[in-house]
């Protein structure tokens, strides 16, 4: 069973850095697109960054400028850099991933457990 591992969550003032990693543990034989989304206490999932597997990366307008996301094809890890944090920036963040866990199973969603992100004004 795949499960996504997810660390580098914790609290930092306002204006700090912090940065996440998420990788599969265990062997896998593909991962395609990568991506990291945040959930609010009361609020809905939202996309934070994608990267796909050639590199080619997306932001939400709200932390474009901001958030890095970037992966290690030969680790199977994705992170994000994330600085100038703002108190708005405060939720769990997920890490996803679509993965192939063997040469000849299908195509799946994998989400990693969250990892709480607290800025303090």
């Known amino acids: 069973q795949v499960q996504l591992v997810e660390s580098g969550g914790g609290l930092v003032q306002t204006g700090g850095s912090l940065r996440l990693s998420c990788a599969p543990s265990?062997?896998?034989?593909?991962?395609?697109?990568m991506g990291w989304y945040r959930q609010a206490p009361g609020k809905q999932r939202e996309l934070v960054a994608t990267?796909?597997?050639?590199?080619?990366?997306t932001y939400a307008d709200s932390v474009q400028g901001r958030f890095t996301i970037s992966r290690d094809n030969v680790k199977n890890t994705v992170y994000l850099q994330m600085k100038s944090l703002k108190p708005e920036d405060t939720s769990v963040y997920y890490c996803?991933?679509?993965?192939?866990?063997?040469?000849?199973?299908?195509?799946?969603?994998?989400w990693g457990q969250g990892t709480q992100v607290t800025v303090s004004s």
């Open positions: 996803n991933a679509h993965i192939r866990a063997y040469f000849y199973s299908a195509e799946y969603v994998y």
């Open positions: 265990g062997s896998i034989f593909s991962i395609k697109a």
């Open positions: 990267i796909t597997s050639g590199g080619t990366s």
